[in-house]
Structures are given as structure tokens and as C-alpha cells.
């Protein structure tokens, strides 16, 4: 819970206003918060606790509607939803937009969608058999032609993110649910298999990035499938839908949302944007994203990437012109010529590097156009509250990424109201402990002269 409201820091101050939590804690999902939440989400996503702070320091009624205009998988919409309040979410990311979707859909009978999911797991069992595999035994039969995806869908995943044999078995899996496609399930059906195929069935691993850890033949497919049907269908059985207020994901660019949402309508806004770094948030949710058809080629994920704001140099496109946004910023131009000077310094000459100052300078005229494009949906006193954090990831020159974004939010008539303190990270490539900050806005109705 928020401590009350202290002025905005002064001279480098850190303002710490969740005293109850340790740092450790601070980011955790916790335990009495999965319902829901927990259905699927981003290894790295900002915690329900979070949401249900700041409604409360925003003194949000049951009238007020809450934008998440970076909703990723859905945690400020679903804890809005769970407080009683309206919520909206913008998500580019398609797989994250249908997995905040789903999430909120909880009209589903769950003893239909459990009693569902034990058929599918029955006729794919006796499929497998006939095949020679047992889900639960060690596959042994090598006569048997497996199931794959096409080289073009290879080439778009993660070298060895998911061994041949599982991925037979997931393929079929996949071909049996769509046999239910008519049935109200079959979503929640296709999200439960995202959840497993991720931290049960793959060889992923995230640290925080996503990577590939121990390549392992073989691993069971339908039980942890069916394992996570079954927590959907306990939190739908806790919920009675009627009793709560409207709620949905828009699938849409943050920076261009003027035409999405009715203007002044938005008492409140808690999101959490990406951060300027390294971390491509597109190969986050790769796998399910192929596997599950929301990626069918390279092309289709380009314009995915092309819908993001500009946060790495793997999403930086020749046609990108977000920078117009802060060409009159002095802040973000002289900290991309220190990432500059610093790379000419050290002698680096790769394509990636020298994209750093650029994107650097894209992902700030980024937010600035998010800023601005989201200005005529508030409403006059709207309070809103962006989860940023610093970063050093380019050759150590740290960005102040709150107090940059706090800064630019003033030069479109936003009043800077505070900066808090969510917690600090320690950073391994460079040794610094790096802040995570929410920077909290008001939007006083009119562009102060």
C-alpha cells in the first residue's frame, strides 16, 4: 500500500515509497495475486500490488476508467477488473494482446472447459499411441516422422528452444484443440498451452532475457497442459463475471492511439512501457507466437517490431522517424552523443553498436509521441504512472530513463507531480545498482503557456 503522497525529490534524493516491501519482494508476483494473473504472463512483468497502489493513491472509484496503454499480458487491466473499476489496454504484441484478452474472459463454464480439456488429452494419448509414443515414457521408436514446422517458421525461432520430440507432440495437441474451435473454451484451451509450452515443455530459460537452457529430448506434454486448464477453471469457479465491470485489450500502437479510445475518457493510467536496452521484446513470446499462429512469417513479424516502440537496436527500421519527436530535447540529444563518443572511445564498430545513440534518441521521440497522441483522451486531472528504469546497457552511459520521460511529459503540458522509487536492480554487466522508478504525471486539461 502507498505511503502518503511526498513532494517530488530534490537534488538526486531517492524516494522510497513502498517501505513495506523488500527490494527482493518488490517485483514478485505474490502468492494470493496468481489467480488470473497467472494464467500467463511476462517473466518480468510489474506486480498486481503495484496496480492496486496507485489506483488507491489516485483515489479511483468504481466510475473511473484505468488505460494501460503497454498492457503486455494484462496486469493493470485484469487487477483493475478485480478492483472494480473499467479498464482498457493497447498491446501491439499479438500473442501478449490475445493472452490479456483471454484473461479477462471469465464467462467461461470452467467444468465444460476442464471436462474439455480431458477429451482432448484422451483422443491425443490414443493418437500417440498409434504413433508409438507414450507422453509420459521416454519416446523410443525412431521409425516414427515427427511433426514440424516449416523452414521459414524455424528460422524465425530460437535454435533448440523446443527439442523435435516435444514439438510432435504440442503440433498434435495443437491440431486436436482446433477441433473445438466453435466451443466457448477454445481460447482458454490455446492460452493454457502457451503457459506450458514456455516455462513446462520448452528448453527456455530467462535471466531476465530469454535464452536456451538445458536441451533436453524429451518432456511430457499433455499433463502440464492439463495442469494449467485446471488452474483457469479454479479461478473461473472464484469469480462470478456478471458482478464486474466492463474490460478489454485493444490490439494497437501505443503511439498512435488518438483513434482508438473515445476522447476524455481516461481518469487514470498505470502501464509500464519498455525500457531502452538490448532486450528484444519480440523473441519473448516467440515460441507460443509461431506455434500458436499469431507469427506465420518473416515479414508478419517485422510489422509486429514496426508497431513497438522503438526500444533496441534488432527493432530499428531505415524509415524510423520517432527522433523528430525530441529534436528540440537537448536532454536526450547529448546523452546519445555521450553513447557516441563513448563507442568512437572504445573503438566499437558493429551494426548493432552503432545504432545505440539512434535508438537512444527513437525510443524517447517514441514515448513523446505517446505522450502527446494520448493527451485528448484524458480526462482534465487525470493522474497517470509509468513504471520506466534507468538503464546502462549501452558501453555503461547510464540513462535516466524517468527523468527523462518526466521531462519530455512536461514539455507536452503534463505536470510532473513525483518520481517514486520502486525498487533498485543491480546490474552485472556494469556493477551499478540501476533504479526502477514510477514516474507519476497530472494532466491538467489544457497545454500550460
Request: with cysteine.
Amino acid at each position: 500500500m502507498l505511503k502518503e503522497a511526498i513532494s517530488p525529490p530534490q537534488s538526486g534524493e531517492q524516494l522510497a515509497i513502498w517501505g513495506s516491501l523488500d527490494n527482493g519482494t518488490a517485483n514478485k508476483l505474490a502468492k494470493d495475486d496468481k489467480a488470473f494473473h497467472d494464467w500467463y504472463r511476462f517473466v518480468l512483468s510489474f506486480p498486481p500490488h503495484l496496480v492496486r497502489g496507485y489506483i488507491d493513491d489516485f483515489g479511483l472509484g468504481t466510475d473511473a476508467t484505468v488505460l494501460d496503454p503497454f498492457c503486455g499480458t494484462g496486469t493493470t487491466v485484469v487487477e483493475a477488473k478485480l478492483s472494480g473499476l473499467i479498464a482498457i489496454g493497447i498491446e501491439a504484441n499479438p500473442m501478449a494482446h490475445f493472452a490479456g484478452t483471454v484473461k479477462l474472459d471469465w464467462s467461461v463454464d470452467p467444468d465444460l472447459l476442464f471436462a474439455t480439456a480431458e477429451q482432448i488429452v484422451t483422443k491425443v494419448e490414443k493418437r500417440l499411441k498409434t504413433q508409438g509414443i507414450n507422453d509420459s515414457l521416454h519416446f523410443t521408436d525412431r521409425s516414427t516422422v515427427l511433426k514440424t514446422v516449416s523452414p521459414e517458421l524455424h528460422k524465425l525461432l530460437l535454435t533448440n528452444s523446443i527439442s523435435p520430440l516435444p514439438m510432435h507432440k504440442v503440433l498434435m495437441l495443437i491440431e486436436t484443440i482446433d477441433e473445438y474451435k466453435k466451443t466457448e473454451s477454445y481460447s482458454h484451451l490455446r492460452l493454457a498451452l502457451a503457459k506450458a509450452l514456455v516455462f513446462s515443455i520448452s528448453n527456455l530459460r530467462f535471466g531476465p532475457e530469454v535464452g536456451v537452457g538445458k536441451i533436453v529430448e524429451d518432456k511430457p506434454v499433455l499433463r502440464p497442459w492439463l495442469t494449467e486448464v485446471k488452474k483457469i477453471s479454479v479461478d473461473l469457479r472464484s469469480v462470478d463475471a456478471g458482478e464486474y465491470q466492463a474490460a478489454k485489450i485493444i490490439h494497437g500502437d501505443a503511439r498512435q492511439i488518438q483513434k482508438l479510445i473515445a476522447p476524455r475518457s481516461i481518469d487514470a493510467v498505470i502501464t509500464s512501457p519498455p525500457y531502452p536496452n538490448e532486450k528484444d521484446y519480440s523473441r519473448t513470446t516467440r515460441l507460443e507466437s509461431v506455434l500458436l499462429g499469431f507469427i506465420d512469417s518473416k515479414e508478419a513479424l517485422r510489422e509486429v517490431k514496426k508497431s513497438f516502440v522503438r526500444s533496441n537496436t534488432r527493432s530499428v527500421y531505415k524509415a524510423d522517424d520517432d527522433d523528430a519527436w525530441i529534436s528540440n530535447t537537448p536532454e536526450v540529444k547529448q546523452l546519445a552523443a555521450r553513447i557516441e563518443a563513448r563507442r568512437i572511445e572504445l573503438g566499437k564498430t558493429s551494426g548493432f553498436e552503432k545504432l545505440y545513440a539512434r535508438v537512444t534518441e527513437l525510443y524517447f521521440g517514441g514515448m513523446a509521441k505517446h505522450l502527446d497522441s494520448l493527451k485528448p483522451l484524458l480526462k482534465p486531472g487525470a493522474m497517470l504512472g509509468y513504471v520506466v528504469g534507468d538503464q546502462a546497457s549501452y558501453f555503461q552511459v547510464l540513462i535516466p530513463t524517468g527523468q527523462i520521460l518526466g521531462q519530455i511529459a512536461e514539455k507536452l503540458g503534463y505536470e510532473l507531480v513525483r518520481i517514486d522509487l520502486f525498487r533498485t536492480r543491480f546490474a552485472t554487466a556494469t556493477k551499478q545498482e540501476l533504479r526502477e522508478e514510477v514516474v507519476i504525471l497530472r494532466w491538467p486539461g489544457h497545454v500550460q503557456k
